[in-house]
């Protein structure tokens, strides 16, 4: 497969969909994991049983539920973003926030109290003491965050969906990768696959380079 405008495109718009669902989840998963560990109230648990459900969700499904609410006569139809990227982003965004979400959650519910304790004990004030949580439990975010990446980069159910998959305006490579293989042109639905693991594969070697300049910073300062 030559890389002619074409596939540059496709590339462009899987990177703008993947990058921009994944750091909106991260935001909000950590954000919400991290709200739900601390908060106490009434049917708490039933709120981490329907995460853990939407952890594990069909695509397809979330995909079908944000075609309804942008549809024409949806309630958000008005918008006109259906067939779009920005309503690609939205649905990888729900599909990943609790992927994150949880996970975060989860680790904070095992070291939270410990960490916050400590906090206490050197006698910072609140903000401090959230601080230094996210601080100590960053490695773990950072996991999360890379875990919700991967999904977004591998998703092709959902943006298939609501994008449309439409020549040189909502095509990523997963759906690109679909289109060639019903087509029978499996050598370069192979190539596409190749092409699409090594930029994974270089988007987590930069992230893992700048988490260990962070490490380091931190360690000297």
């Known amino acids: ?47 981490v049983r329907v995460n853990r459900t939407l952890m594990g969700a069909p695509p397809v499904v979330i995909g079908l539920v944000v075609y309804l609410l942008f549809m024409r006569k949806g309630p958000f139809g008005f ?3 259906l067939f779009t990227v920005p309503v690609m982003i939205i649905a990888q ?7 994150v979400c949880g996970t975060v959650y989860a680790v904070a519910q095992r070291n939270a109290n410990t960490i916050r304790d400590f906090g206490i ?14 601080k100590e439990l960053s490695a773990e975010i950072y996991f999360a965050g890379l875990t919700g990446f991967g999904r977004a980069m591998s998703e092709v159910g959902a943006v298939m969906i609501v994008g449309g998959n439409i020549q040189h305006k909502t095509r990523t490579m997963t759906t690109a990768i679909t289109l060639l293989r019903s087509k029978g042109n499996y050598a370069e639905a192979v190539t596409l696959g190749v092409i699409l693991l090594a930029i ?6 930069i ?3 700048l ?10 300062g």
């Open 207 to 209: 992230a893992d380079s």
């Open 93 to 99: 965004t729900l599909i990943i926030t609790p992927i």
């Open 1 to 47: 497969m030559a890389f002619d405008s074409e596939l540059w495109r496709i590339i462009a718009t899987t990177l703008h969909v993947t990058l921009s669902s994944a750091a909106i989840s991260a935001v909000l998963g950590t954000a919400l994991g991290l709200l739900l560990e601390k908060a106490c109230f009434r049917g708490k648990r039933l709120v």
């Open 200 to 205: 994974a594969f270089c988007i987590q070697m």
């Open 79 to 81: 918008l006109d973003i």
């Open 211 to 220: 988490r260990r300049k962070e490490w380091r910073t931190d360690e000297n």
């Open 121 to 134: 004990t050197m006698g910072a004030n609140r903000l401090q003491t959230q601080v230094l949580l996210i």
